[in-house]
């Protein structure tokens, strides 16, 4: 059974950092396309980054720059640090699978809250 | 502003037909990129619904279809049910934007 499961989200002031873990099992992260994907509070989804499986990585213009997703294939986790965070970054963050050869999240996990605020 | 445009809400009775649609552009569906629809019930996290336009993935019920054409996709539903209210979102890519894209979301009541 295909399980995601994110950590590492929190309150962080603005201009901080923070990094989220998504722990996955019942697949292997190396040998697939993940994503994160965003949810401010009452608001819609937003694509924030995917890696593939040969490992380039791909960000939206809105994080790149101060995000970077990367994973351990050892650990079979994906990850997503994330630098000068700012208000607009407070949000649910997903961790998700991307069915590979196509554009889509077959799998999400349940999610993280990340709170930029002082 | 979401590159996709859904209608914020729509609504139906128990038994009922409802759509929902997707707007896009050149740069997205009118590309010929596919579209898929997610599922967000309350406090959860989202769900697949269909996937490349009209496929729908193992255990969700034939009630719901895709479809698609031009610059813009639907989703229907079919004899609704107390529990599908939901905020439903479409996807696809954009090449423009190098991005995906999502919809803003619609929230389907169920009367």
């Known amino acids: 059974e295909v399980q995601l499961v994110e950590t590492g989200g929190g309150l962080i002031q603005p201009g901080g950092s923070l990094r989220l873990s998504c722990a996955a099992s019942?697949?292997?992260?190396?040998?697939?396309?993940m994503s994160w994907v965003r949810q401010a509070p009452g608001k819609g989804l937003e694509w924030v980054s995917l890696?593939?499986?040969?490992?380039?990585?791909f960000h939206a213009d809105s994080v790149k720059g101060r995000f970077t997703i990367s994973r351990d294939n050892s650990k079979n986790t994906l990850f997503l640090q994330m630098n000068s965070l700012r208000a607009e970054d407070t949000a649910v963050y997903y961790c998700?699978?991307?069915?590979?050869?196509?554009?889509?999240?077959?799998?999400w996990g349940r999610g993280t809250l990340v709170t930029v605020s002082s | 502003q979401s590159v996709l445009t859904q209608p914020p809400s729509v609504s139906g009775a128990p038994g009922q037909r409802v759509t929902i649609s997707c707007t896009g552009s050149s740069s997205n569906i009118g590309a010929g990129y596919d579209v898929h629809w997610y599922q967000q019930l309350p406090a959860t996290a989202p769900k697949l619904l269909i996937y490349?336009?009209?496929i729908r993935p193992s255990g969700v019920p034939d009630r719901f279809s895709g479809s698609k054409s031009g610059t813009s996709a639907s989703l229907a539903i079919t004899g609704l049910q107390a529990d599908d209210e939901a905020d439903y979102y479409c996807?696809?890519?954009?090449?423009?934007?190098?991005?995906?894209?999502f919809g803003g979301g619609t929230k389907l009541t169920v009367l």
């Open positions: 019942g697949f292997t992260v190396s040998s697939s396309y």
């Open positions: 998700a699978r991307v069915r590979v050869g196509w554009n889509y999240v077959d799998y």
């Open positions: 890696i593939d499986s040969g490992g380039t990585t």
């Open positions: 996807q696809s890519y954009d090449s423009s934007l190098s991005a995906w894209v």
């Open positions: 490349g336009n009209n």
